[in-house]
Protein backbone atom coordinates (compact mmCIF):
# COMPACT_ATOMS: atom_id res chain seq x y z
CA UNK A 1 0.00 0.00 0.00
CA UNK A 2 2.60 2.55 0.74
CA UNK A 3 4.20 1.58 -2.85
CA UNK A 4 1.05 3.19 -4.56
CA UNK A 5 1.09 5.81 -2.08
CA UNK A 6 4.10 6.54 -3.19
CA UNK A 7 3.27 6.14 -6.92
CA UNK A 8 0.35 8.48 -6.88
CA UNK A 9 2.09 10.91 -4.69
CA UNK A 10 5.08 10.38 -7.77
CA UNK A 11 2.29 11.54 -10.48
CA UNK A 12 1.21 14.53 -8.67
CA UNK A 13 4.07 15.57 -8.52
CA UNK A 14 5.32 14.86 -12.08
CA UNK A 15 1.68 16.77 -12.95
CA UNK A 16 3.01 19.77 -11.34
CA UNK A 17 6.29 20.16 -13.08
CA UNK A 18 5.77 19.80 -16.62
CA UNK A 19 7.65 23.00 -17.69
CA UNK A 20 9.64 21.62 -20.86
CA UNK A 21 8.26 22.60 -24.30
CA UNK A 22 10.30 19.93 -26.52
CA UNK A 23 10.25 16.09 -26.14
CA UNK A 24 11.66 13.28 -27.88
CA UNK A 25 8.31 11.81 -28.16
CA UNK A 26 4.95 12.63 -27.05
CA UNK A 27 2.66 9.45 -26.48
CA UNK A 28 -1.27 10.71 -26.74
CA UNK A 29 -3.33 7.82 -24.66
CA UNK A 30 -2.12 6.18 -21.53
CA UNK A 31 -4.11 3.11 -22.00
CA UNK A 32 -2.51 -0.31 -22.28
CA UNK A 33 -0.58 0.06 -25.54
CA UNK A 34 0.10 3.89 -25.45
CA UNK A 35 1.63 3.44 -21.57
CA UNK A 36 3.58 0.42 -22.77
CA UNK A 37 5.03 2.58 -25.73
CA UNK A 38 5.98 5.54 -23.32
CA UNK A 39 7.62 3.10 -21.58
CA UNK A 40 9.58 1.14 -23.57
CA UNK A 41 10.90 4.58 -25.60
CA UNK A 42 11.82 6.23 -21.51
CA UNK A 43 13.41 3.01 -20.02
CA UNK A 44 16.01 3.44 -23.11
CA UNK A 45 16.93 7.35 -22.38
CA UNK A 46 14.27 9.16 -24.68
CA UNK A 47 12.58 12.14 -22.67
CA UNK A 48 8.69 11.27 -23.00
CA UNK A 49 5.17 13.29 -22.54
CA UNK A 50 2.17 10.91 -22.05
CA UNK A 51 -0.76 12.79 -22.04
CA UNK A 52 -3.94 10.63 -20.54
CA UNK A 53 -7.27 12.09 -19.01
CA UNK A 54 -6.74 11.27 -15.55
CA UNK A 55 -3.82 9.51 -13.03
CA UNK A 56 -4.86 5.57 -13.17
CA UNK A 57 -5.63 4.13 -9.95
CA UNK A 58 -2.89 1.83 -8.60
CA UNK A 59 -4.54 0.49 -5.61
CA UNK A 60 -6.00 -2.71 -5.94
CA UNK A 61 -8.22 -5.07 -3.54
CA UNK A 62 -8.31 -8.48 -4.35
CA UNK A 63 -11.51 -8.69 -3.01
CA UNK A 64 -12.75 -6.74 -5.73
CA UNK A 65 -15.42 -8.12 -8.36
CA UNK A 66 -13.72 -8.84 -11.48
CA UNK A 67 -13.85 -5.74 -13.97
CA UNK A 68 -16.35 -6.29 -17.33
CA UNK A 69 -12.89 -5.64 -19.88
CA UNK A 70 -10.72 -8.55 -20.29
CA UNK A 71 -7.70 -9.47 -22.41
CA UNK A 72 -6.41 -12.71 -23.78
CA UNK A 73 -2.65 -12.01 -23.55
CA UNK A 74 -0.92 -14.19 -25.99
CA UNK A 75 2.86 -15.45 -25.34
CA UNK A 76 4.30 -12.76 -27.51
CA UNK A 77 2.40 -9.99 -24.99
CA UNK A 78 3.60 -11.72 -21.73
CA UNK A 79 7.31 -11.42 -23.08
CA UNK A 80 6.51 -7.73 -23.89
CA UNK A 81 5.01 -7.12 -20.56
CA UNK A 82 7.83 -8.79 -19.05
CA UNK A 83 10.58 -7.14 -21.02
CA UNK A 84 8.91 -3.48 -20.11
CA UNK A 85 8.91 -4.84 -15.91
CA UNK A 86 4.96 -4.93 -15.77
CA UNK A 87 4.14 -8.52 -15.50
CA UNK A 88 5.27 -8.83 -11.76
CA UNK A 89 2.42 -5.97 -11.06
CA UNK A 90 0.09 -8.10 -12.82
CA UNK A 91 1.37 -11.37 -10.67
CA UNK A 92 0.16 -9.13 -8.02
CA UNK A 93 -3.26 -8.48 -8.60
CA UNK A 94 -5.13 -10.88 -10.58
CA UNK A 95 -4.65 -12.89 -13.67
CA UNK A 96 -5.22 -16.48 -14.77
CA UNK A 97 -3.78 -18.32 -17.10
CA UNK A 98 -5.52 -21.03 -19.25
CA UNK A 99 -4.35 -24.68 -20.36
CA UNK A 100 -6.90 -25.24 -22.85
CA UNK A 101 -9.32 -23.88 -25.92
CA UNK A 102 -12.57 -25.68 -26.70
CA UNK A 103 -14.48 -24.90 -30.44
CA UNK A 104 -17.83 -25.90 -30.93
CA UNK A 105 -21.08 -25.49 -33.33
CA UNK A 106 -24.42 -25.06 -32.81
CA UNK A 107 -25.28 -26.79 -36.49
CA UNK A 108 -23.15 -29.17 -36.63
CA UNK A 109 -21.62 -32.31 -34.57
CA UNK A 110 -17.80 -31.02 -34.60
CA UNK A 111 -15.91 -29.39 -32.43
CA UNK A 112 -12.21 -28.59 -31.96
CA UNK A 113 -9.42 -28.68 -28.78
CA UNK A 114 -6.68 -26.88 -28.12
CA UNK A 115 -4.42 -28.20 -25.56
CA UNK A 116 -0.93 -26.67 -23.84
CA UNK A 117 -0.17 -30.16 -23.20
CA UNK A 118 -0.30 -31.17 -26.99
CA UNK A 119 2.15 -28.07 -27.47
CA UNK A 120 4.22 -28.46 -24.78
CA UNK A 121 3.74 -25.05 -23.47
CA UNK A 122 2.86 -24.69 -19.40
CA UNK A 123 -0.47 -22.47 -20.78
CA UNK A 124 -2.35 -21.38 -23.79
CA UNK A 125 -2.00 -17.65 -22.23
CA UNK A 126 -3.81 -15.43 -19.60
CA UNK A 127 -6.69 -13.86 -18.86
CA UNK A 128 -6.42 -10.33 -17.74
CA UNK A 129 -8.49 -7.39 -16.55
CA UNK A 130 -7.86 -4.55 -18.91
CA UNK A 131 -7.39 -2.30 -15.71
CA UNK A 132 -5.03 -4.48 -13.87
CA UNK A 133 -2.57 -4.04 -17.21
CA UNK A 134 -1.98 -0.63 -17.46
CA UNK A 135 -1.99 0.03 -13.70
CA UNK A 136 1.03 -2.51 -13.89
CA UNK A 137 2.25 -0.56 -16.58
CA UNK A 138 1.51 2.78 -14.85
CA UNK A 139 3.70 1.46 -12.29
CA UNK A 140 6.67 0.99 -14.15
CA UNK A 141 6.36 4.36 -15.72
CA UNK A 142 6.49 5.82 -12.23
CA UNK A 143 10.01 4.40 -11.75
CA UNK A 144 10.60 5.87 -15.10
CA UNK A 145 12.76 9.40 -14.65
CA UNK A 146 12.20 9.65 -18.32
CA UNK A 147 8.54 9.85 -18.56
CA UNK A 148 6.53 12.56 -17.64
CA UNK A 149 2.96 12.78 -17.02
CA UNK A 150 0.32 15.54 -17.91
CA UNK A 151 -3.44 14.88 -17.04
CA UNK A 152 -6.81 16.87 -18.73
CA UNK A 153 -4.88 17.88 -21.59
CA UNK A 154 -7.09 19.52 -23.90
CA UNK A 155 -5.41 19.07 -27.65
CA UNK A 156 -6.63 21.86 -29.66
CA UNK A 157 -4.35 21.86 -32.50
CA UNK A 158 -1.25 19.84 -34.00
CA UNK A 159 0.92 21.12 -36.94
CA UNK A 160 4.04 19.87 -38.60
CA UNK A 161 6.72 22.34 -39.52
CA UNK A 162 10.54 22.04 -39.96
CA UNK A 163 10.47 18.39 -39.20
CA UNK A 164 8.96 18.65 -36.13
CA UNK A 165 5.36 17.88 -34.62
CA UNK A 166 3.59 20.99 -32.59
CA UNK A 167 0.83 20.20 -30.08
CA UNK A 168 -1.42 23.28 -29.06
CA UNK A 169 -2.39 22.90 -25.30
CA UNK A 170 -5.35 24.97 -23.74
CA UNK A 171 -3.90 26.86 -20.88
CA UNK A 172 -0.33 25.47 -21.56
CA UNK A 173 0.63 26.95 -25.16
CA UNK A 174 2.22 24.68 -27.31
CA UNK A 175 4.61 21.62 -26.73
CA UNK A 176 7.25 20.67 -29.41
CA UNK A 177 8.28 16.88 -30.47
CA UNK A 178 10.27 14.98 -33.12
CA UNK A 179 7.55 12.46 -32.85
CA UNK A 180 4.14 12.67 -31.86
CA UNK A 181 2.35 9.02 -31.35
CA UNK A 182 -1.35 8.50 -31.24
CA UNK A 183 -2.51 5.75 -28.67
CA UNK A 184 -6.07 7.27 -27.83
CA UNK A 185 -8.37 4.80 -29.32
CA UNK A 186 -10.74 3.90 -32.01
CA UNK A 187 -11.52 8.28 -31.82
CA UNK A 188 -8.26 9.10 -32.07
CA UNK A 189 -8.26 13.14 -31.95
CA UNK A 190 -4.56 13.37 -33.17
CA UNK A 191 -5.44 11.11 -35.78
CA UNK A 192 -8.40 13.51 -36.95
CA UNK A 193 -6.11 16.43 -36.25
CA UNK A 194 -3.31 14.61 -38.67
CA UNK A 195 -5.86 14.37 -41.06
CA UNK A 196 -5.75 10.08 -41.79
CA UNK A 197 -8.48 8.70 -43.18
CA UNK A 198 -9.99 5.24 -41.55
CA UNK A 199 -11.23 2.56 -43.73
CA UNK A 200 -14.31 1.00 -41.53
CA UNK A 201 -16.75 -1.59 -41.86
CA UNK A 202 -19.92 -2.45 -39.54
CA UNK A 203 -20.04 -5.69 -38.68
CA UNK A 204 -23.99 -5.04 -37.52
CA UNK A 205 -22.93 -7.29 -34.05
CA UNK A 206 -22.80 -6.02 -30.71
CA UNK A 207 -20.46 -7.45 -27.69
CA UNK A 208 -21.65 -8.04 -24.73
CA UNK A 209 -19.36 -8.41 -21.94
CA UNK A 210 -19.09 -9.36 -18.07
CA UNK A 211 -17.93 -11.36 -15.89
CA UNK A 212 -20.35 -14.51 -14.05
CA UNK A 213 -20.11 -17.70 -11.79
CA UNK A 214 -21.18 -21.28 -13.25
CA UNK A 215 -22.19 -24.06 -11.34
CA UNK A 216 -19.23 -26.32 -13.06
CA UNK A 217 -15.69 -25.68 -12.85
CA UNK A 218 -14.31 -24.31 -16.04
CA UNK A 219 -11.44 -26.74 -16.07
CA UNK A 220 -8.94 -23.55 -16.78
CA UNK A 221 -10.54 -23.80 -19.91
CA UNK A 222 -12.06 -21.12 -22.40
CA UNK A 223 -14.61 -22.45 -23.98
CA UNK A 224 -16.03 -21.16 -28.09
CA UNK A 225 -19.86 -22.05 -29.16
CA UNK A 226 -20.55 -20.66 -32.83
CA UNK A 227 -24.53 -19.73 -32.55
CA UNK A 228 -27.10 -18.37 -35.28
CA UNK A 229 -26.70 -14.98 -33.52
CA UNK A 230 -22.85 -15.05 -33.46
CA UNK A 231 -20.15 -16.61 -31.13
CA UNK A 232 -20.27 -17.08 -26.86
CA UNK A 233 -17.80 -17.67 -25.26
CA UNK A 234 -16.57 -18.35 -21.67
CA UNK A 235 -12.90 -17.41 -20.51
CA UNK A 236 -11.89 -18.78 -17.44
CA UNK A 237 -10.63 -16.98 -14.80
CA UNK A 238 -10.27 -17.34 -11.03
CA UNK A 239 -12.39 -20.56 -9.16
CA UNK A 240 -15.88 -20.90 -11.23
CA UNK A 241 -15.59 -17.38 -12.58
CA UNK A 242 -15.32 -16.72 -16.30
CA UNK A 243 -15.54 -13.68 -18.34
CA UNK A 244 -17.96 -13.75 -20.63
CA UNK A 245 -18.18 -12.40 -24.33
CA UNK A 246 -21.25 -13.47 -25.92
CA UNK A 247 -21.46 -11.41 -29.74
CA UNK A 248 -25.17 -10.58 -30.79
CA UNK A 249 -26.87 -8.80 -33.78
CA UNK A 250 -26.77 -4.77 -32.71
CA UNK A 251 -30.58 -4.80 -32.24
CA UNK A 252 -30.33 -7.24 -29.46
CA UNK A 253 -27.75 -5.03 -27.39
CA UNK A 254 -29.80 -2.83 -25.55
CA UNK A 255 -32.25 -6.11 -25.11
CA UNK A 256 -29.20 -7.81 -23.26
CA UNK A 257 -28.34 -4.87 -21.04
CA UNK A 258 -32.06 -4.63 -20.15
CA UNK A 259 -32.38 -8.23 -19.14
CA UNK A 260 -32.87 -8.79 -15.42
CA UNK A 261 -29.99 -11.04 -13.64
CA UNK A 262 -32.10 -14.08 -13.88
CA UNK A 263 -33.16 -13.60 -17.19
CA UNK A 264 -29.58 -12.91 -18.46
CA UNK A 265 -28.26 -15.56 -16.57
CA UNK A 266 -30.75 -17.95 -18.40
CA UNK A 267 -29.81 -16.67 -21.44
CA UNK A 268 -26.26 -17.10 -21.12
CA UNK A 269 -26.66 -20.70 -20.01
CA UNK A 270 -28.92 -21.19 -23.07
CA UNK A 271 -25.87 -19.75 -25.26
CA UNK A 272 -23.16 -21.89 -23.80
CA UNK A 273 -25.37 -25.35 -24.16
CA UNK A 274 -24.65 -25.22 -20.58
CA UNK A 275 -21.59 -26.32 -20.64
CA UNK A 276 -20.39 -25.17 -17.47
CA UNK A 277 -23.86 -25.63 -15.97
CA UNK A 278 -26.55 -23.44 -15.06
CA UNK A 279 -24.95 -19.45 -14.65
CA UNK A 280 -25.26 -19.04 -10.88
CA UNK A 281 -24.46 -15.36 -10.28
CA UNK A 282 -23.68 -12.72 -12.74
CA UNK A 283 -21.83 -8.88 -11.89
CA UNK A 284 -21.95 -5.96 -14.11
CA UNK A 285 -22.41 -6.08 -17.74
CA UNK A 286 -21.47 -4.37 -20.77
CA UNK A 287 -21.82 -3.92 -24.63
CA UNK A 288 -20.45 -1.86 -27.33
CA UNK A 289 -21.37 -2.46 -31.43
CA UNK A 290 -18.69 -4.21 -33.60
CA UNK A 291 -16.54 -2.31 -36.21
CA UNK A 292 -13.13 -2.85 -38.29
CA UNK A 293 -11.37 0.18 -38.73
CA UNK A 294 -8.17 0.54 -40.43
CA UNK A 295 -6.26 3.95 -41.13
CA UNK A 296 -5.56 4.51 -44.10
CA UNK A 297 -1.90 5.50 -43.06
CA UNK A 298 -0.47 4.37 -39.99
CA UNK A 299 2.51 7.00 -40.53
CA UNK A 300 3.13 10.79 -41.69
CA UNK A 301 6.22 12.83 -41.17
CA UNK A 302 6.62 13.19 -37.20
CA UNK A 303 3.75 11.35 -36.21
CA UNK A 304 2.94 7.56 -35.81
CA UNK A 305 -0.41 5.65 -34.64
CA UNK A 306 -0.33 2.46 -32.41
CA UNK A 307 -3.23 0.57 -31.07
CA UNK A 308 -6.86 0.90 -31.94
CA UNK A 309 -6.20 4.31 -33.07
CA UNK A 310 -4.45 2.27 -35.73
CA UNK A 311 -6.99 -0.78 -36.39
CA UNK A 312 -9.68 -2.34 -34.45
CA UNK A 313 -10.80 -5.73 -34.99
CA UNK A 314 -13.48 -8.44 -34.32
CA UNK A 315 -12.97 -9.32 -30.81
CA UNK A 316 -13.67 -13.04 -31.12
CA UNK A 317 -10.42 -14.06 -30.55
CA UNK A 318 -9.22 -11.57 -28.89
CA UNK A 319 -6.56 -10.23 -30.47
CA UNK A 320 -6.64 -6.57 -29.92
CA UNK A 321 -4.79 -5.73 -26.90
CA UNK A 322 -2.08 -8.53 -28.44
CA UNK A 323 -1.79 -6.64 -31.55
CA UNK A 324 -1.65 -3.47 -30.21
CA UNK A 325 1.63 -4.64 -27.93
CA UNK A 326 3.10 -5.89 -30.94
CA UNK A 327 2.69 -2.27 -32.90
CA UNK A 328 4.32 -0.22 -29.44
CA UNK A 329 7.58 -2.93 -29.53
CA UNK A 330 7.65 -2.38 -33.23
CA UNK A 331 7.45 1.10 -33.05
CA UNK A 332 9.74 1.47 -30.27
CA UNK A 333 12.59 -0.93 -31.94
CA UNK A 334 12.16 1.20 -35.29
CA UNK A 335 12.85 4.52 -33.31
CA UNK A 336 15.32 3.50 -30.90
CA UNK A 337 17.18 1.74 -34.23
CA UNK A 338 17.14 5.32 -35.71
CA UNK A 339 18.59 7.20 -32.54
CA UNK A 340 21.46 4.96 -32.44
CA UNK A 341 21.87 5.53 -35.79
CA UNK A 342 22.04 9.13 -35.25
CA UNK A 343 18.91 9.49 -38.03
CA UNK A 344 16.20 11.58 -37.18
CA UNK A 345 13.35 9.15 -35.94
CA UNK A 346 10.82 11.18 -36.76
CA UNK A 347 11.11 11.18 -40.09
CA UNK A 348 8.77 9.72 -42.78
CA UNK A 349 11.32 7.26 -43.64
CA UNK A 350 12.17 6.08 -40.62
CA UNK A 351 8.57 5.65 -39.61
CA UNK A 352 7.52 3.78 -42.76
CA UNK A 353 9.81 1.29 -41.80
CA UNK A 354 7.37 0.87 -38.62
CA UNK A 355 4.26 0.84 -40.69
CA UNK A 356 5.50 -1.67 -43.40
CA UNK A 357 6.38 -3.52 -40.37
CA UNK A 358 2.83 -3.98 -38.67
CA UNK A 359 0.19 -3.02 -41.38
CA UNK A 360 0.11 -5.82 -43.20
CA UNK A 361 0.15 -8.45 -40.06
CA UNK A 362 -2.45 -6.76 -38.62
CA UNK A 363 -4.48 -6.73 -41.94
CA UNK A 364 -4.23 -10.19 -42.18
CA UNK A 365 -5.33 -10.62 -38.20
CA UNK A 366 -8.18 -8.45 -39.38
CA UNK A 367 -9.50 -10.52 -42.59
CA UNK A 368 -8.90 -13.95 -41.01
CA UNK A 369 -11.50 -13.11 -37.93
CA UNK A 370 -13.91 -12.15 -40.39
CA UNK A 371 -13.22 -14.53 -42.28
CA UNK A 372 -14.27 -16.64 -39.45
CA UNK A 373 -17.42 -14.79 -38.45
CA UNK A 374 -18.30 -15.45 -42.12
CA UNK A 375 -18.01 -18.99 -42.08
CA UNK A 376 -20.06 -19.79 -39.12
CA UNK A 377 -22.36 -17.29 -39.67
CA UNK A 378 -25.47 -19.38 -39.69
CA UNK A 379 -27.45 -17.83 -42.80
CA UNK A 380 -27.01 -20.28 -45.65
CA UNK A 381 -27.08 -23.90 -46.03
CA UNK A 382 -24.10 -24.07 -48.64
CA UNK A 383 -21.81 -22.82 -45.71
CA UNK A 384 -23.47 -25.14 -43.37
CA UNK A 385 -22.38 -27.91 -45.80
CA UNK A 386 -18.90 -26.39 -45.48
CA UNK A 387 -18.76 -26.17 -42.16
CA UNK A 388 -20.08 -29.75 -41.31
CA UNK A 389 -16.40 -31.65 -41.93
CA UNK A 390 -14.16 -27.92 -40.47
CA UNK A 391 -14.25 -28.13 -37.10
CA UNK A 392 -13.76 -32.76 -37.31
CA UNK A 393 -11.05 -32.71 -39.65
CA UNK A 394 -8.77 -29.35 -38.00
CA UNK A 395 -9.18 -31.35 -34.42
CA UNK A 396 -7.92 -34.25 -36.38
CA UNK A 397 -5.28 -31.95 -37.79
CA UNK A 398 -2.24 -32.10 -35.13
CA UNK A 399 0.35 -30.34 -36.89
CA UNK A 400 -2.15 -27.37 -37.93
CA UNK A 401 -3.70 -27.13 -34.87
CA UNK A 402 -0.08 -26.57 -33.28
CA UNK A 403 1.28 -24.73 -36.23
CA UNK A 404 -2.05 -22.54 -35.84
CA UNK A 405 -1.49 -22.18 -32.14
CA UNK A 406 1.76 -21.36 -32.05
CA UNK A 407 1.25 -18.24 -34.21
CA UNK A 408 -1.94 -16.88 -31.87
CA UNK A 409 -0.18 -17.64 -28.94
CA UNK A 410 3.87 -16.47 -29.77
CA UNK A 411 3.15 -14.08 -33.09
CA UNK A 412 4.09 -14.37 -36.71
CA UNK A 413 7.83 -13.85 -38.52
CA UNK A 414 9.64 -11.07 -37.75
CA UNK A 415 8.48 -10.07 -34.05
CA UNK A 416 10.03 -7.38 -32.27
CA UNK A 417 12.67 -7.82 -30.35
CA UNK A 418 10.69 -6.97 -27.23
CA UNK A 419 8.22 -9.77 -27.87
CA UNK A 420 11.18 -12.59 -28.95
CA UNK A 421 12.58 -13.16 -25.26
CA UNK A 422 12.17 -13.62 -21.88
CA UNK A 423 13.80 -11.60 -19.18
CA UNK A 424 16.28 -13.60 -18.21
CA UNK A 425 15.38 -13.04 -14.53
CA UNK A 426 12.37 -14.23 -15.48
CA UNK A 427 13.45 -17.81 -16.60
Known sequence: MNQVKESKNKMDEQQNKITETFWDAIVVGGGMVGAATALGLGQKGMQVLLLEKTAVDLEWDKESPCQIRVSALTRASEKILKNLGAWKGIENRRYHPFVAMHVWDEVTPGSVHF???????????????????????????????????????????????????????????????????????AFSKVRQLASIGMDTHDYEQCAVVGCVKTELPHEDTCWQRYTKDGPFAFLSM???????????????????????????????????????????EVSERGAFPLVRRHAEHYVKPNFALVGDAAHTIHPQAGQGVNLGLLDAAALVETVLNAKQANKAWGSFSVLRKYERWRRGDNALVQRSMEGFDWLFKQDASLKTLVRKPFLPLANKLTLVKSWLMGQVLNGREALPELAKKFPRESR
Not at 252 to 276: G, T, V
Open 115 to 185: SAKDMHEPNLGYIAENNVVQAALWECLNECDNVKMLFSANIKGLEFENNQACLSIENLGQLQTELVIGADG
Open 238 to 280: ENNVSSIAWYLPIEKMQWALELSDEEFAREISMASDFRLGQVV
